[in-house]
């Protein structure tokens, strides 16, 4: 943090922003997105000034048919200088094709709920530990380097509450084990900002050099203040879905992840330096309905930026006149 | 404050929300509610804690006749001790009517943007302002307090920025003229954190008599970003609509009011004390489409609060079975 920021205004601090969208976000789609547009919105988002930029995951086709042309992606997108492209790896397999595709980065999920785990991997999360520890060992041969997300920090839909030290533990396991970052992911939106303080607070003091990705979901409207309590308590990188892509699987209709261009202008008003470039954002937002078939969640897209301006009704100086003729 | 509150922590720090649903979202609202139901409403509402609700207007009927029932809406509600009945005055005649049926306080409204009060109001603000404090003077004579809402402190759609000194020196104006409160109203959500805490403070400085309120639109997804910092900068009472009623005319779908439920689930989370009954607001705002014919934007409607929790998969049983006997 610099000196002069609060937790109201930046200062020009440094935040790095980090999309989603192409993958979080059109793996819930039940349109196949053609490899060509999935292309074409990378690079846009590449231009925009992301830092980093899930591109795609190295799944199972059958599992997942949305993502079937990772390899084609990654070998297509242009790639920018300094942007890190990273992609989804559920295990060995998924790591030695993002590997042989030059992927940045792996990114691995694990768990935080014993439950949510088995739910949604069928694995214990031990199981899944080990596992991600083989991957972990492949990619570091390969010199690749490894993300962890971490699901359901804030809460688990079906256990609730996660004591923070069970985060703790495996954040600090998945370090020991060679990865170079962890996000901390509130995968169903039961975050709040001061959870958010405490948690982060106790992951800097006790992980000072893993590098810390806060991942929020908007489902109950505290998307935004959760990023701000995260960069207060010393957070700098942050996961955001370009026009609010990827619903929650527990609330239909309600919002999944925080938007990328709400954050970005809320962030940039308030004197954070988000490396973005909104104008960009807002262009590439607004094809986005054409590629998915409906509309998206982003309030910015719907509403503008806040001085975008309007016209004046048509009988504005009519009225005017007449006001002003009421004093002469 | 209280000693030990902070930005994301609020030490049973006491809040006061303040409904404008009944008036504020059902004015938007093209079908006529019944007006049982809008009492059943209000009556809820003083029910569920609330410390002021703006329970109608008293308009001409033929402009807004939505609310055309203002007088028998105000004789027949369930008046809760404590709770405050405010009802909106535009002039004289509607003043007259609000002080006959005993409303609790007026809620006066100038915009602080010459623009926007001559396309609003058809007045200049001087004009306004004039008219206005004969309605204070009828008030204070009758004994009702006034409530002076300033519009588009926070920027105006057509105008953009407002300076500051403007703002405080309509706000001093209508407070040397006998009002007891002022409310800074985001009108079409284009307030920012950075903005809101300076505001606040300059507010808070200049006028320390006056019972402030704050009343944000979630327009560009920033609404409880704004509370929070105006909390932070030493406000206590906000504006919010149940259900989030209350559109944005400049933005077609976009949203309005920062929604009730929402605000308040997320300041008890944070530990500040709303006096509100979460259940029964939302018992309240489940209520609401079927009386205005279509969903309502509310998060937590949609979502449930961030502990409703969802029982396992079906499967659930079969997969952790499954899983543990790898291990075995």
Known sequence: MTASSTPWTGARRRVHMQEVGPRDGLQMESAFVPTADKIALIDALSAAGLAKIEATAFVSPQAIPALRDAEIVLREIARAPGVVYTCLVPNLRGAERAIEARADELNLVMSCSETHNLANLR???AQSFAALSGVIGLARQAGVPVNVSLSCVFGCPMEGDIDPAVVLE???RFMAAGARGITLCDTT???FP??????????RQRLPAAELTLHFHNTRGMGLANVLA???AGADRFDASLGGL???PYAPGASGNVCTEEIVHALELMDFDTGCDLALLLQAAARLPGLIGHEIPS???KAGRRLDLHAP????ALWRDRALARDA
């Open 230 to 232: 995260s960069l207060d």
């Open 194 to 203: 001061s959870q958010v303080s405490r948690i982060v607070g106790l992951f």
């Open 299 to 301: 309030q910015i897209a």
């Open 170 to 172: 495996w954040a600090g």
């Open 189 to 191: 939106g039961m975050a």
């Open 123 to 125: 694995m214990t999360r």
């Open 246 to 248: 990827g619903g929650c």
């Open 313 to 316: 009704p048509p009988d504005f």
